[in-house]
C-alpha cells in the first residue's frame, strides 16, 4: 500500500526557518514525482513545486519562487519542503503528493496524498 | 498560466439529486484534467483523472467529462458522504500544475 506520512505540526515565529518532510513507503520512491501544495486556512489549493527523487529534478511555481525550497533524499525515502525566513501569511496546511500517471516527461494528477502539515507562523 | 475556474462555489443539492460541477480552463487543455474531493479536515482525494476517467475505488455515480476548457463533474444521486468540496487541476501546461478554486457541495 502506498502511503505518505508527513511530519508533525509546527508553531514558528516570523523569521525563523523550517523544513518539512513526507516520507513515502509502498512504492520506488526515487521514480514517481512528488509535489507539494499549499492550503492556506479556508481557502483552496496552491500547487507550490514538485520534485523527481532519483535526479532532484525540481519544478517550482513562479509565484512561489524563492519563497520555498524543495528537496529529497531517496535513500531515505523523504521530501522536503523548506523555508529560511517565514511569514505569518506562510501559515497554513502543507500536503505532499505522489504523481500519479508514472510519466517523467509530464507530470500530471496526484494519486494518494500525505495527511499535512499544519505550519503556524505567529509572532 | 492556464487559469482554472470553478463554478458554482456553492451548490446546494438534497441527497438522491444530482450535482453539475462546472470547471473552465483560461486556454485549452486538451483532456489534461484532474478532479479531487476534499472532505473536513481531510486531504484530498482523486476522484477522476483525463477528464473522464474514475480512479481506483470510485463509484460510477461521479462522471467526468469534457474537453478543450469546458469541464464537467456530474454527481448522480447523490449520497451523504459526497458532501464536500470539489477541485479541478489543470497539468497539460507543464511545468505548471494548476487548481481550481473549488465548488463546495452542501445540503
Known amino acids: 500500500e502506498v502511503q505518505l506520512v508527513q511530519s508533525g505540526p509546527e508553531v514558528k515565529k516570523p523569521g525563523e526557518s523550517l523544513k518539512i518532510s513526507c516520507k513515502g513507503s509502498g512504492y520506488t520512491f526515487a521514480t514517481d514525482w512528488i509535489g507539494w501544495v499549499r492550503q492556506m486556512p479556508g481557502k483552496g489549493l496552491e500547487w507550490l513545486g514538485i520534485?523527481?527523487?532519483?535526479?532532484?529534478?525540481?519544478r517550482i511555481s513562479p509565484p512561489f519562487q524563492g519563497l520555498v525550497t524543495i528537496s529529497a533524499d531517496k535513500s531515505i525515502n523523504t521530501a522536503y519542503l523548506q523555508w529560511s525566513s517565514l511569514k505569518a501569511s506562510d501559515t497554513a496546511m502543507y500536503f505532499c503528493?505522489?504523481?500519479?500517471?508514472?510519466?517523467?516527461?509530464?507530470?500530471?494528477?496526484?494519486?494518494?496524498w500525505g495527511q499535512g502539515t499544519l505550519v503556524t507562523v505567529s509572532s | 498560466e492556464t487559469v482554472m475556474t470553478q463554478s458554482p462555489d456553492t451548490l446546494s443539492v438534497s441527497p438522491g439529486e444530482r450535482a453539475t460541477l462546472s470547471c473552465r480552463a483560461s486556454?485549452?487543455?486538451?483532456?489534461?484534467l484532474a478532479w479531487y474531493q476534499q472532505k473536513p479536515g481531510q486531504a484530498p482525494s482523486l476522484l477522476i483523472y483525463d477528464s473522464s476517467t474514475r480512479a481506483t475505488g470510485i463509484p460510477a455515480r461521479f462522471i467526468g467529462s469534457g474537453s478543450g476548457t469546458e469541464f464537467t463533474l456530474t454527481i448522480n444521486s447523490l449520497q451523504s458522504e459526497d458532501f464536500a468540496v470539489y477541485y479541478c487541476q489543470q497539468y497539460n501546461s507543464w511545468p505548471s500544475l494548476t487548481f481550481g478554486g473549488g465548488t463546495k457541495v452542501e445540503i
Open positions: 520534485i523527481f527523487p532519483h535526479n532532484s529534478d525540481t
Open positions: 503528493a505522489k504523481e500519479g500517471s508514472g510519466s517523467y516527461f509530464r507530470p500530471a494528477y496526484f494519486r494518494q
Open positions: 486556454q485549452s487543455i486538451s483532456t489534461d
